[in-house]
């Protein structure tokens, strides 16, 4: 993987394909440094922020990942089905 050495957050090693995160665009070898603007250290607190997302009122999330030493944002909103076709 061609990771930044000083680069902080939570590596990405495998997506399942039912997982939520496939909807993101997220990828292996992507590095999340943030979720909703908050530095993340673990993945255990990835999941925990997204869930949190999730049970707020607009259920929309920012993601900062790092990708082959490049930044990329990823915004979505949590409503939408993992087809991606919105609940309504």
Do not use: C, W
């Not at 997982?19 to 997220?26: E, T």
Request: glycine share 8%; no cysteine; aromatic share 4%.
């Amino acid at each position: 993987m061609e990771i930044p050495p000083n680069l902080n957050g939570v590596i990405v090693l495998s997506i399942d394909d039912d997982s939520a995160f496939v909807g993101f665009g997220i990828r292996p070898g992507d590095v999340i440094q943030s979720v909703n603007q908050r530095p993340m250290n673990s993945p255990a607190e990835a999941i925990a922020t997204i869930r949190q997302a999730l049970a707020s009122e607009h259920k929309n999330v920012l993601i900062l990942i790092n990708r082959r030493g490049t930044n990329h944002y990823l915004a979505t909103s949590l409503e939408q089905k993992r087809n991606g076709h919105d609940d309504g």
